[in-house]
């Protein structure tokens, strides 16, 4: 099910910083760096039924409104090409623990999350029948997504390994999403808490002491969450090591906010090798208004400190074709840092012209 329908079903979407002027008593501020140019990013999911010709128009369109990368779902050559034709860069949008194959499944369930409860993604998926989390601590996990981010960054027409769902699954969900689901997340319940298989809790054990089921509250232990933050962070350092083996860059798609992205699914962003961000600011999850996506891009760009470009991810459908509201969430997030923004929705003129007002 490719991430489009995903979100629909579960009401969920998984650059150059300036740097400031040194004052010097007695002598005038030091030229603050010029910004790099603002170009944005798009994530699709290609269709075989577009013709060569639609896709070169449409491709030139995008690439003129200033969008230089495009993030694809599905792996499709002649999509690949057509855009890269068109002068933008095309990234494989790369599912990462959330692995839903059958066949995975059945040959090897050990590789699947446990929750506190004890129960596994492989027959037993939290939320939606295809929440189907991998640990990151089984060693079958980290062959298997290198092997396929391997076959990926390998093809000529792939520019990049773009990572999706790289976390844990959602400990507690955005507040609009309860009603939905008939839960209250105001704490951390077991059935949504991962992963407590035997070999995370052994590899905790050996370092720590002490088995996280154990502990009357394993949610409030700091050293039981870095040791997941840490557990992410190294699937990540691997996958990244694949990409640039192959002088390829890695981005990922991530949780708006640092704090939020370690609370609610244990992601520590800030800390990943990677070549930019795309965390996705979609405030309609949050009951935010428009205005909350600086915030979110000022404490990402903040957190980061410069090391590496952070694209403010927008959810079009959170703006019910507000146009002016698009137009402000746009320069919100370029005046509070972000290189650009990365924009999931339907695409038409109205949004490419908006684009083309804020490219560089």
Known sequence: ?????????????????????????????????????????????????????????????????GIGVIYFEEDSERHFRAAKSAGMEAHR??????????????????????????????????YVGYYRFLCPNQPGTLQYLKSKAEEQVAKDYIDGLH???????????????????????????????FCYCKTCRDKYAAVYGKDPLEMAHPDQSPSWRKFRYDSITNIVRNLSEVAHAKKKPITAAVFPTPEIAKRIVRQDWTNWPLDAVCPMIYHGFYNENVQWIG???????????????????????????????????????????????SIFGSVNSQLLAILRETAG
């Open 1 to 65: 099910m490719n991430k489009r329908h995903f979100l629909k079903a579960l009401g969920l979407g998984s650059l150059a910083l300036m740097e400031p002027g040194i004052s010097i008593a007695g002598n005038r501020d030091e030229k603050k760096k010029p910004k790099a140019p603002v170009r944005h990013r798009i994530w699709i999911n290609p269709s075989e039924k577009d013709t060569d010709a639609e896709l070169k128009q449409r491709y030139a369109e995008y690439r003129a409104a």
């Open 93 to 126: 949008w790369f599912w990462t623990m959330n692995r839903n194959e059958p066949e995975l499944r059945e040959k090897h369930p050990e590789l699947f999350s446990v929750n506190r409860k004890g129960e596994s993604c492989a027959d037993k998926p939290p």
């Open 163 to 193: 990572l999706d769902y790289v976390r844990f699954v959602d400990v507690i969900l955005p507040v609009n999403l309860w009603a939905k689901y008939n839960i209250d997340q105001s704490k951390e319940l077991p059935e949504y808490d």
């Open 295 to 341: 915030d979110a891009v000022a404490e990402g760009v903040n957190a980061l400190k410069g090391k590496f470009p952070l694209y403010a991810g927008l959810f079009l459908p959170d703006f019910h074709g507000n146009n002016d509201d698009i137009r402000k969430a746009i320069r919100l997030a370029i005046d509070n840092g972000a290189a650009g923004v």
